[in-house]
């Protein structure tokens, strides 16, 4: 049973940082797509970044380019989502993901994504 625990979200200012962590247990054959996806009020689920962890490779929306950034600790089946220069905008429940095979094409579709955490609330302010 995969198993996913996110930890990190909170309050902060326009321009400020956070960083997302999101554990994952109950899996251990191999690489897998992790993903990290938000949902605002009243808005669809939208992927927000995704990474395979194989090769490294990541994806991100345009809306995060060079803002955000996705790493991971494989000694510690954990990976991280590196929040800067956050906007209004930004605000949203956040989930990590997990898709059991490679990251393709639809690394953004949570339809995907057959593996979730509870979510973990990020607020900015401006």
């Known amino acids: 049973q995969v198993q996913l625990v996110e930890s990190g979200g909170g309050s902060v200012q326009a321009g400020g940082s956070l960083r997302l962590s999101c554990t994952v247990s109950g899996y251990t054959y191999g690489s897998y797509c992790m993903g990290w996806f938000r949902q605002a009020p009243g808005k669809e689920r939208e992927g927000v970044a995704s990474?395979?962890?194989?090769?490294?490779?990541?994806y991100y929306v345009d809306s995060v380019k060079g803002r955000f950034t996705f790493s991971q600790d494989s000694a510690k089946n954990t990976v991280y989502l590196q929040m800067n220069s956050l906007k209004p905008e930004d605000t949203a429940m956040y989930y990590c993901a997990v898709h059991l095979f490679s990251c393709g094409r639809s690394w953004y579709e949570p339809s995907d994504f057959g593996y979730w955490g509870q979510g973990t609330q990020v607020t900015v302010s401006s």
């Open positions: 990474r395979y962890t194989g090769t490294g490779m990541a």
